[in-house]
């Protein structure tokens, strides 16, 4: 769906709102349609500056103005400005959630009237257009708020709808992924060095080999293991760098990160249930 003549604002004003609006901007939006509310005076400034958005210091005057409001606070901020705005919103305004762990159900308690709610779980690649952002819905969400949930995100990267019973799953695999993937390219950046490469190459060619072989997944729509057989020649290089991986236990190890921290996950967000 287009988002032209729709007016987007963003309550709180820090890094991810900065990637959103800056990825609505990219993706060819009016920076006159986006608004942005902060309790920090100098984010309102320096956002208005440099993304020409409307700054607007109070929340409760964004929420009437804006057809789309994204929730974009840390977690515990939430409760707060929830109060404060749901007298406020614009007859059919979307509301969207990215703050983690913080259930649909708390943020529709605070509502005075059924609006569409839809959380979102984004990640920090959002912040170079390549965010991988899961998306549920509320009560009264209709397709409306959907398909511009799914317009909204799809400006910093690619989104997938998924129950919201999984976001504690999704945050264990996206929400925290970047971190295993830097983790992997730290490894794999030390492994050139230890074979005598510079650091720079040794982590552009590991980079690069990560950012590609995502993309083959993603493009040529393989599963991954059919992509891995056609690296892996019989009594190879690779067969013998695999049997490594598999006596370490690596896909173990991914496979109980993500347990872990899904399980965590449900222990912050469970206060709020
Ligand atoms: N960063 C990520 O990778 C990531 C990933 C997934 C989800 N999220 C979610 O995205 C949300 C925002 O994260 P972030 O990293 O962008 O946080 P952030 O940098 O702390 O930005 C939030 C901004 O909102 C301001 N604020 C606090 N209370 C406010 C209020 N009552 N009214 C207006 N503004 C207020 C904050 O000011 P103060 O600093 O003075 O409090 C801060 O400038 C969080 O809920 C987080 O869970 C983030």
């Known amino acids: 769906m287009s988002l032209q003549n729709i007016k987007i604002g963003c309550l709180g004003g820090g890094a991810m709102a900065e990637a959103l609006l800056s990825g609505l901007i990219k993706s060819g939006l009016a920076p006159g349609s986006l ?11 320096y956002l208005s500056s440099v993304l020409k958005i409307n700054p ?6 964004l929420a009437a103005q804006v057809d ?18 749901s007298g406020s919103l614009a007859a059919g305004c979307t509301l969207m959630s990215i703050a983690a762990g913080v259930p649909i159900k708390y943020i529709e308690s605070f509502l005075k009237a059924p609006f569409g709610v839809i959380r979102v779980m984004p990640n920090t690649p959002c912040l170079v257009g390549e965010g991988a952002c899961a998306v ?7 397709a409306v708020d959907r398909d511009r949930a799914s317009a909204v995100f799809s400006s910093v990267g690619r989104t997938a709808e998924v129950p919201e019973e999984l976001m504690d799953a ?7 992924g ?3 993937m830097f983790m992997i390219l730290e490894a794999l950046s030390d492994a050139g060095v230890r074979e005598g490469m510079s650091r720079d190459v040794s982590l552009l060619l590991s980079a690069q080999t990560m950012l590609g072989s995502a993309k083959m997944v993603l493009e040529k729509n393989e599963h991954p293991a059919v992509l891995k057989n056609m690296v892996t020649s019989p009594a190879g290089t690779t067969a013998e760098g695999l049997l490594a991986l598999e006596k370490k236990g690596l896909r173990y190890a991914l496979m109980k990160a993500v347990d872990k921290a899904a399980k965590r ?5 469970g206060s709020l249930k």
């Not at 996950?265 to 967000?269: A, D, V």
């Open 136 to 142: 549920s819905s509320g009560t009264y969400a209709a």
């Open 56 to 61: 607007v210091d109070d929340n409760s005057i």
């Open 35 to 45: 608004y942005v509310s902060d309790i920090r005076r100098e984010r309102l400034d």
């Open 68 to 85: 789309i409001l994204i929730i974009a606070v840390k977690p515990s901020a939430v409760g707060r400005v929830m109060a404060e705005i």
């Open 265 to 269: 996950s449900k222990e912050i967000s």
């Open 170 to 176: 999704v945050t264990g695999l996206s929400g925290s």
């Open 178 to 180: 970047p971190a295993y």
